[in-house]
């Protein structure tokens, strides 16, 4: 998965409880991103970054924030998680000089 | 609206035929497109680029072709394998503003049985 950890990789929260997802990274890249993977919508882009401290809104970022203190690691957190964000949710990366992206392992993220 | 779609339904093809995928897309002018291939329970892995200014792209059993006046790609695999089984999405970026914000089909289950 090059270079990429999510943790943790399962969580099941109740509704109106703080969420916060981590995605790391070992490849030094400049850009990171968020998405979430529903049945029938394929991936949906929630927020990137495209440097440390810079962050940018996805497609589907209401309800998510997320921080960038470090290359290395973006943080996804849901401030009062709803039963619609349960989903399935990947990091990506991808260095400057292209257009690839590289996903991290996904976490599986259910609220009850 | 804007939208890109896949077959939902599942391409069941016997070993050593041809799979074609396609991916349609609506109102993008995308400057080059992406095929991503999904395991259950891991994440996509990129297999394939193709710019507005190419016709076709291969790499190895992989060709991917790139209509722009039909606003379409047809990402084939040749000798198909079960090993191939998968999800395939196609992957757009509607801006090419440099931030690579993929707009993702649905994506269509591969497959291929003995």
């Known amino acids: 998965d090059a270079g990429i950890t999510q943790s943790p990789r399962h969580k099941v929260t109740e509704t109106g409880t703080p969420v916060t997802l981590r995605c790391h990274q070992t490849?030094?890249?400049?850009?990171m991103y968020w998405y979430r993977q529903d049945p029938g919508h394929g991936l949906r882009l929630i927020h990137y970054?495209?440097?440390?401290?810079?962050?940018d809104k996805g497609e589907v970022s209401d309800g998510y924030s997320v921080s960038r203190s470090k290359t290395e690691d973006f943080l996804l957190t849901l401030e009062s998680a709803t039963s619609s964000q349960t989903s399935v949710y990947f990091c990506?990366?991808?260095?400057?000089?292209?257009?690839?992206?590289?996903f991290g392992p996904g976490t599986r993220l259910t609220v009850t | 609206s804007q939208k890109i779609e896949q077959n939902s339904e599942a391409l069941n093809i016997q070993e050593g035929k041809t799979a074609t995928l396609t991916c349609n897309y609506t109102n993008y002018s995308p400057a080059y497109l992406q095929w991503y291939r999904q395991d259950p329970g891991r994440g996509p892995v990129f297999l394939l680029l193709?710019?507005?200014?190419?016709k076709e792209k291969r790499k190895e059993r992989l060709k991917v072709t790139f209509d722009t006046t039909l606003k379409q790609s047809l990402f084939h695999i040749t000798a198909s394998q079960p090993a191939d089984s998968a999800t395939y999405l196609c992957?757009?970026?509607?801006?090419?503003?440099?931030?690579?914000?993929?707009?993702f089909g649905a994506g269509t289950r591969l497959a291929v049985h003995p």
């Open positions: 992957a757009l970026d509607p801006v090419s503003g440099g931030y690579n914000k993929l707009i």
């Open positions: 990506a990366i991808r260095e400057v000089s292209s257009y690839e992206q590289y």
């Open positions: 193709i710019r507005e200014n190419e």
């Open positions: 970054s495209y440097g440390v401290k810079d962050t």
């Open positions: 490849e030094n890249h400049r850009y």
